[in-house]
């Protein structure tokens, strides 16, 4: 924490290619996870929840996931049944994604908040921690 999000590129649900230095936004949650994973479809739950809330406020999600080319489908299917909203990327080479190696990601669901500066503010927010830290910083005054 406290160092520069290094930056990527991959591509969307789409096939365009989509980099982290382009997604301009006052906080934004890299999230990490899997269709495969069953921790991260429940996380994904909360992700909707403060993405509604927060999404006009200057806060969003970008998930990479770490699905495999051969469950591309199932990645795809996920997004949808989960109502996932917000950027979608893969290189679909799973565990061994550069992306994932370049952040050290261990296990899933992973996630790095970074602010407007590109730093890394915080990591491992789940379930109430991350609207709990959004309202902190969003809102100091309270």
């Known amino acids: 924490m406290g160092g520069k999000a290094p930056n990527f590129t991959l591509n969307n649900v789409l096939g365009n290619p ?24 429940r996380e994904n ?29 199932d990645w795809i299917k996920a997004i949808k049944s989960d109502g996932l909203a917000w ?18 990601v261990a296990k899933l669901p992973q996630n790095f908040l970074v602010d407007a500066d590109g730093i890394i503010i915080a990591k491992d927010l789940y379930e109430t ?9 969003l809102y100091p005054q309270k």
Request: charged share 30%.
């Open 87 to 104: 950027t979608q990327l893969s290189d679909l080479k799973g565990m061994e994604s550069p992306v994932a190696l370049l952040y050290r």
């Open 18 to 41: 989509v980099s982290l230095r382009d997604i301009k936004q006052k906080y934004l949650l890299i999230d990490f996870w899997a269709s495969w994973c069953r921790p991260c479809r």
């Open 45 to 73: 739950k909360n992700l909707v929840n403060v993405y509604k809330k927060y999404k006009n406020k200057g806060f969003s999600i970008v998930s990479i996931s770490l699905d495999e080319y051969s469950k591309k489908e």
């Open 129 to 137: 921690d991350l609207e709990k830290y959004l309202e902190k910083i």
